[in-house]
């Protein structure tokens, strides 16, 4: 996975990578299901801007 990002607010480059799990896992809506996705962010180490949320498997939302 490449970090060749930019922060769009202070233009640094040190752009880590943060993973939501447990509690804050996202389940399928409408769905029974125990299990749901992690959110893995990019964010950036300077500012703490947000650039990019996804969640870890889309496929589960089919
Ligand atoms: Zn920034």
Known sequence: MSVDKVCPRCNS????QGILK???S???????TISGSAII???CVECGYII???????EKFK
């Open 13 to 16: 480059t040190q752009i880590g």
């Open 26 to 32: 996202i389940v399928p809506k409408g769905k029974l």
């Open 22 to 24: 447990g509690t804050a």
């Open 41 to 43: 962010s990019s964010i």
């Open 52 to 58: 990019s949320r996804y969640v870890e498997k889309p």
